[in-house]
């Protein structure tokens, strides 16, 4: 399916290229990488005379892969994406430098993952006892030993049915971990009310560090409306009796994905009050923000983040922030106030004047506001986890459980 | 090495040094440095020669890179590369089935057509593997091969036929994708593997899911009725209703009235069902893929009031990455054409953000417009609005384009959008107000008259704007229209006739319509100014304006020459024109297979499988039945679910383990005797790839030519002799790896030796049997093996073998320990495993020792021929209801013995007989095997008939003991018990008798009964007592035989029957054996 692959950075060249059936030429992408304007306009699927080259884009890097005949595209988009996180799990970030340090790895890696084209092995923990990651003990110890960073046998995962799992994983801590993650998508219009919002998808990480048990993990289900889940668990079970029942991967992973419906209200725990307005024939406009707590269940919201990207024609922002800093970038246009916490008393605000380009003309439109914002110890969609229970094992491991609702896409329109 | 360069070239000395040393480090820094050349594009071919020595390299890391290098360059080195072709033939051998995978990866993706027939055979071995990550291997190397020489296409659908059939989930993806690049028109192959790929599917890896979930898509589309065939009639006339004209809708309506009333009511198929339930549960998939596959499975198979669920699973990925959105977006698009119903509860899903990068937005409000409808387009319009003040102008345009189709599909709004759209035509953004003006000339063309306003706003306009495209549609409205603004259309082609020279093309060719319009209908006004115009126009540099001026004057401006036209010149210039019609770019785009690459592209990609209509008839469902189909039924979930505490991913771990071992004990071990069977002996063809292969091997070793000739001689005996050595160590390191494979088939173990050696031993005689016959004797039998079908038996007979194990609980020995069963399954499995061999005669000869043979001819009788018959003890292919019979014929004549047939069968009423195929020619001396299937109908009645050879009729006549009549049953005690209670009475016969001596252990008992009858033991509590069930063959009644032990020796036996007759039967044939 996948004849080659091609990493690319943002300035067009190529770093890094795998073939597995034949050579091609990239030309094509770079003349559609020229023309869109922005690298997130790169149409996913370009096709060529001979050639259909599907791409994605990821942490400043395009992955281009070549494509001779017909194969559904999700599918390659799906195993590229895979192939980033596979290179974000091994050098920490998926980076140009990071993949030109560890080529030779980066090679190897993508032997594993596909063979002609078709993936074979793409379980992070079947790659890691096939290949080991870099870590600078073990490059150390390999100058030395003359040991290699590629194992030897047949990962037992591999065979196994439940190919997450490694093979014979002791701990003396065995630790579960759950993070209940929940974010906001929202779009607020211009009133204040809230054209669109949905806890769309949130996510519950979990990081278990376990001999080889058997997990029960109980919510309260009503709420999940649609879920997407780890392979590990059994859909049986949460079919009919609404529990999820696993034995888990080893180390970090994604229980489940799910979204709550937009039927439910979903708590809005900001508002924004803003005021932006350009005048006619000059050269200057107003700007005035400010940020308040709103049903956040008695809990603070932290990090606050806005993001604006104002229009072409601003040239400048002379602003005053009651709280936090801002910054604008002149050449990209993005204006970033750095809120951090609200405290409902003093409610943080961000103020000044706008100055456009002179003769430009006056700007139609208003700028959206993003906003990022965490709120720790709640999930809005007041989803908990009840219980987890172990089957198959003495110990008694340590649990903790951790609720963390977040802004997703939160789009404030003016 | 260094001769092979000229001096210059010697840039990589260093490198060259470095892997010519003995320290491996040295050679690791120098495969790392290569390979980052290659990452990086460079030319690192000089090196292969330095290179390719390594290749049997110790350092597993070294190893691996070597391999990377020679995949990339051993298509430009070819000669050179089949110095390490010998390295990977032994991997091939190794006992680590990591490095036999490896091996045959990288041999299979060197591409040198010279070895091909090598790569045949490795992947043909690999098939057969024990190991199912070896045999996953060999499913990919099939379409590196088949790209490499598509002209072993048939051979590699043998391979792949075998590979459908595997039971592991490891396999299934892979086979499918090969089966796809290969023999995708091959829907045949699937029949039989298709309900165990649907309850596969759930366990198989996330990339074969894809495959096979579309693979499948294509099979329902040629197998089922469609669900919808009541319902889309009528859908698709109302949608015709929408767009098409009238009179063609009237036409099909009758059509539609003929073929509606001649529809039976639609029942679907369960197979249908069970496609279509199995891949439910696959929404939730983490992989976007999977989940697009299942969605575009339930789109084109699924009952219309079903493919719902999917609108909220396609909705959870529009969370992913942007280019899984860009795609999901695009299907969706298709989708809420044909149902917009599905999506609509998740309108706002699709609004729009600012920061969404263009593409996405303008598919979203694709989506959207695609949505509108009455009750909620006063939300989308308002939505619009927002849009329309957006910073990225080509999503504003795309938005008036999106609100020009709300307004031609919805009615109501019309006005709405219209006044809106006037209100954007002074927007100070010109690529706004040109989108618009298009927009409005597209909407008023609908109603004309009302609007004569809004013209004569555009026709100001004209001095503004512009954009080519915008001034050639107010150009074209104002002709069009000029009765409605008599006095402006005058002033404005003034202008226009000004400016002409400096216009856009498209712009002067509605100029020139303008003129010739307003010369037709105000002459008077504008005939100065249309000779001017045309005039221009004549001298222009474009061809195709100045022959639409030449043709424009000829038309309108009257002369004696021009002819009958000129009248008709008003009809046809101001002819009534029908509205155009604003559809979406995605109609109709769903007839490509949603989820593809040629949908997305809306061409044909290559390689694309075209989506078959569904068929009018449904084609017989009954090919997908695999035999003794209670079996299949119960394999999996159902079963298992009462014993969760053991097996915990139910589905896979508790089948696969078990099949595997089942599956590839035998395997391996038939496999090693075909192998050599076939290459020994079966054709001229492989003898000389075989020669071929071992020159390659001995070019590797050493580069010296003189010796080869002696050490070819050597090297074959040698091979010779390995070969006869190979099944023991096979069977010994299966040993190994059944040990490691875990607790649960310990038990199972001791069974499958026993059944190993066996067929050791038996696959030994065969290969030394075959290879003694001469060369050309096997061509009849060759033959008979391509004929029989070899998959049909294999899966439920395997599955049944399976199921034993699993009922019978531990403590009794099951069935198989006696040794007649056991040589009887043997040759089942046999049969199984040499999927194109599966009725090498040779192979079976073992069974006739042990299990009861019968003459049918004399050889005195028969002048020499002499036949005999046996029960094989299989269910007969083809047809459930007849008792398989196996017939070995032999020819004791000096003589050939030339087209041996069956004829002129004499049978009762109700038998039925399925001769063998006539056997062409005999040799002297040799012997042939058939089988022949014969209905007894459940009697002890002789099948009489007539065997002939090209000279002789022989009369002969087979009459069955009534044990052979029926086929043994698992039941479990339970089960047993119901039925024995439903069988009392009359059906229930008793017997007294009294057991020898000999015959008093378990083991004899259980022996005699076997041989006796063809029956299954069923489990049993008590010690003293024995179940055995079975069906008879044509009625399927059950057969249920209990004995029970007394003190001395006194035994009372038990038959319940339905059939009384062959209960009484059956007694004394029982009774008669165990007094033995």
Not at chain 2, 406 to 424: E, F, H, P, S, Y
Not at chain 2, 865 to 884: I, N, Q, T
Request: hydrophobic residues 35%; charged residues 25%; proline residues 5%.
């Amino acid at each position: 399916m996948i004849h080659s692959l091609f990493l690319i950075n943002c300035s067009g060249d190529i770093f890094l290229e795998k073939h597995w059936k034949s050579q091609s030429v990239c030309d094509y992408f770079f003349e559609a990488q020229e023309k869109a304007i922005d690298v997130e306009n790169v149409p996913p699927v370009i096709s060529t005379p001979h050639h259909y080259l599907i791409s994605i884009y990821r942490d400043k890097i395009f992955f281009v892969s070549v494509i001779q005949t017909e194969v559904p595209p999700l599918f390659v988009i799906e195993f590229l994406h895979r192939v980033a996180d596979t290179f974000q799990d091994y050098f920490g970030e998926c980076s140009e430098t990071a993949i030109k340090d560890n080529v030779v790895i980066v090679y190897e890696l993508l032997e594993e993952m596909l063979d002609n084209g078709f993936p074979l092995a793409t379980e992070s923990n079947i790659l890691k006892e096939l290949i080991k990651p870099p870590t600078i003990l073990r490059s150390v110890v390999n100058s030395i030993t003359g040991s290699s960073n590629v194992g030897d046998t047949l990962p037992t995962g591999q065979l196994s049915n439940i190919p997450w799992r490694r093979a014979g994983v002791k701990y003396t801590n065995n630790e579960a971990y759950f993070d209940v993650i929940e974010e906001i998508d929202a779009i607020i219009d211009k009133s204040g009310s809230t054209v669109f919002a949905e806890i769309q998808v949130a996510s519950s990480n979990c990081l278990m560090r376990f001999h080889l048990p058997l997990c029960h993990y109980l919510q309260n289900p009503r709420l999940l409306d649609d879920v997407s889940f780890h392979p590990c668990i059994r859909f049986k079970r949460w079919e009919s009796e609404r529990v999820l029942s696993f034995i888990p991967p080893d180390g970090n992973f994604r229980l489940i994905s799910y979204r709550v419906s937009s039927q439910n209200l979903v708590a809005i725990p900001v508002y924004v009050k803003h005021m932006i307005s350009f005048k006619e024939n000059s050269s200057s406009g107003r700007f005035d923000v400010t940020i308040g707590p709103k049903q956040n269940m008695g809990k603070t919201v932290e990090g606050v983040v806005m993001t604006v990207h104002m229009p072409k024609a601003v040239l400048n922002m002379n602003l005053t922030a009651t709280q936090g800093s801002y910054t604008f970038d002149p050449v990209t246009k993005v204006l970033t106030w750095d809120v951090g916490k609200i405290t409902p008393q003093k409610l943080p605000n961000l103020k000044g004047i706008v100055n456009l380009q002179s003769g430009a003309a006056k700007p139609e439109e208003n700028p959206s506001l993003n906003i990022q914002f965490k709120i720790q110890q709640l999930a809005i969609s007041g989803l908990k986890v009840n219980r987890l229970d172990m089957y198959g094992e003495k110990y008694k491991p340590f649990k903790g459980v951790k609720y963390i609702t977040k802004a997703g896409k939160f789009q404030v329109r003016t | 090495m260094g001769f092979f360069f000229p001096p210059v070239r010697c840039r990589h000395d260093d490198l060259k040094e470095m892997l010519d040393s003995n320290k491996d480090s040295l050679k690791l820094e120098a495969m790392k440095r290569i390979v980052a050349m290659i990452a990086r594009g460079k030319n690192a071919s000089d090196l292969f020669p330095a290179v390719v020595k390594n290749v049997a390299c110790k350092n597993i890391e070294v190893k691996k890179l070597v391999y990377v290098y020679l995949v990339r360059y051993a298509e430009e080195q070819q000669d050179l590369a089949l110095l390490s072709i010998s390295t990977f033939q032994r991997g091939l051998k190794d006992p680590n089935q990591l490095i036999r995978a490896s091996a045959l990866r990288v041999l299979s993706s060197i591409r040198v057509p010279i070895i091909v027939p090598i790569m045949m055979l490795a992947i043909k071995e690999a098939a057969s593997d024990m190991s199912p990550y070896v045999r996953k291997t060999a499913a990919h190397a099939i379409p590196k091969l088949y790209s490499l020489d598509s002209d072993q296409k048939d051979q590699l659908i043998e391979v792949i036929e075998k590979l459908l059939a595997d039971k592991t989930t490891l396999v299934a993806g892979s086979v499918v994708m090969a089966f796809e690049e290969v023999c995708p028109e091959r829907i045949d192959l699937i029949h039989k593997n298709y309900r165990k790929l649907c309850n596969l599917l759930i366990d198989v890896e996330e990339w074969g899911q894809v495959v096979i979930i579309n693979m499948l898509t294509r099979y329902a589309r040629t197998q089922f009725l469609s669900p919808n065939q009541n319902e889309s009639l009528l859908e698709e006339s109302a949608e015709k209703a929408f767009y098409g004209s009238e009179e063609e809708d009237a036409k099909d309506a009758k059509v539609e009235a003929a073929s509606l009333a001649k529809r039976k009511p639609y029942v679907m198929d369960p197979d249908h069902r069970l496609l279509l339930r199995n891949t439910k549960p696959l929404l939730q998939s983490r992989n976007a893929a999977v989940v697009m596959a299942v969605a575009q499975l339930y789109f084109h198979l699924a009952p219309k009031a079903e493919v719902g669920v999917i609108a909220k699973a396609l909705v959870r990925l529009l969370r992913s990455h942007s280019e899984v959105q860009y795609v999901v977006l695009q299907n969706v698009a298709t989708m809420s054409i044909k149902r917009r119903g599905m999506f609509e509860p998740y309108l706002k899903s699709f609004y729009i953000r600012s920061t969404d990068p263009t593409q996405i937005k303008i598919l979203k409000l694709e989506v959207l417009t695609n949505l509108a409808n009455e009750t909620n387009i006063s939300t989308i319009l308002r939505e619009f609005q927002t849009y329309i003040r957006s910073m990225d102008k080509d999503f504003v345009a795309a938005t008036i384009q999106a609100i020009g189709r709300c307004a031609t599909n919805i009615g109501k709004v019309r006005d709405t959008c219209l006044n809106g759209l006037v209100q954007l035509l002074s927007n100070r953004d010109e690529l706004v107000v040109a989108e618009s003006v298009v927009v409005i000339k597209k909407l008023l063309q609908m109603q004309p008259a009302q609007h004569s306003e809004i013209i004569k706003h555009m026709a100001k306009l004209t001095d503004n704007i512009q954009v080519p495209m915008a001034r050639a549609s107010i150009l074209w409205l104002i002709g069009e229209y000029c009765e409605h603004v008599p006095k402006i259309a005058p002033d404005v082609l003034r202008k226009m006739a000004k400016s002409f020279t400096n216009e856009e093309d498209i712009v002067k060719l509605q100029v020139i319509n303008l003129a010739a319009k307003l010369y037709l209908t105000n002459s008077k006004q504008s005939k100065l100014l249309t000779q001017y115009v045309l005039n221009l126009a004549k001298y222009d540099q474009n061809y195709d304006i100045r022959d639409r001026a030449r043709f424009i004057r000829q038309l309108i401006v009257p002369t004696e020459k021009s002819g009958a036209l000129n009248k008709y010149a008003k009809k046809l210039f101001l002819a009534q024109k029908p509205a155009p019609i604003l559809e979406s770019s995605f109609k109709d785009r769903d007839h490509f297979q949603l989820g593809s690459l040629s949908h997305l592209l809306n061409a044909k990609a290559v390689g694309y499988q075209e989506l078959p209509d569904w068929p009018d008839e449904a084609p017989d469902p009954s090919v997908r039945n695999v035999e003794v189909p209670e079996w299949t039924k119960c394999t999996s979930r159902e079963k298992r679910k009462e014993k969760v505490e053991k097996p915990f991913y139910s589905d896979s771990e508790g089948e696969s383990g078990p099949t595997e071992s089942a599956d590839s004990e035998p395997e391996s071990v038939s496999e090693e005797s075909s192998s050599s069977s076939s290459s020994g002996s079966s054709s001229s063809g492989s003898e000389e790839e075989e020669e071929e292969e071992e020159e390659e091997e001995e070019g590797s070793g050493e580069q010296s030519e003189k010796e080869e000739e002696e050490e070819k001689r050597t090297k074959r005996k040698e091979k010779e002799s390995s070969r006869q050595a190979a099944p023991g160590s096979v069977g010994s390191e299966e040993e190994k790896e059944e040990e490691e494979d875990g607790t649960k088939e310990a038990k199972k173990k001791k069974v499958s030796q026993g059944r190993k050696s066996c067929a050791e031993t038996s696959s030994e005689e065969a290969s030394a049997s075959e290879s003694s016959s001469s060369g050309s004797d096997s061509g009849s039998k060759v033959e008979a093996k391509r004929r029989k079908p070899p998959t049909s038996r294999a899966g439920p007979k395997e599955i049944s073998l399976l199921d034993l194990d699993d009922f019978t609980p531990p403590p009794p020995q099951p069935v198989p320990s006696s040794s007649i069963v056991s040589t009887s399954l043997v040759t089942d499995l046999e049969g199984l495993m040499l999927t194109d061999t599966s009725l090498a005669p040779a192979l079976l000869s073992p069974a006739f020792g042990a299990v009861r043979t019968y003459e049918l001819l004399h050889r005195m009788a028969g002048e020499g021929l002499s036949v005999e018959y046996c029960f094989s003890r299989r269910p007969f292919p083809g047809d459930p209801h007849m008792v398989a019979i196996q017939i070995q014929i032999s020819n004791n004549t000096d003589a050939e013995v030339k087209s041996l047939r069956v004829s002129e069968p004499k049978l009762l009423s109700g038998m039925r007989i399925q001769e063998f195929p006539e056997i062409e020619r005999l040799v002297p001396g040799d012997t042939a095997s058939v089988v022949m299937g014969i209905d007894f109908c459940d009697s002890t009645q002789a099948a009489n008939f007539q065997l002939c050879t090209h000279t002789r009729h022989f009369y002969v006549s087979i009459q069955p003991p009534v044990g052979e009549l029926m086929a043994p049953v698992f039941m479990s005690e339970n089960e047993f018990k119901k039925e024995q209670g439903k069988l009392t009475g009359m059906s229930e016969i008793t017997e007294k008798l009294t057991l020898p001596e000999k015959c008093r252990s378990d083991h004899a008992i259980v022996q005699q009964m076997t041989s006796a009858a063809n029956v299954g033991r069923v489990p049993c509590g008590a010690d003293n007592e024995y179940r055995f069930a079975a069906k008879t063959v044509t009625s399927g009644s059950l057969v249920l035989i209990t004995l029970e032990r007394r003190e001395g020796g006194v035994a009372q036996l038990t038959v319940n029957s339905e059939k009384m007759v062959i209960g009484t039967m059956l007694v004394k044939d029982i009774i008669q054996a165990l007094a033995q």
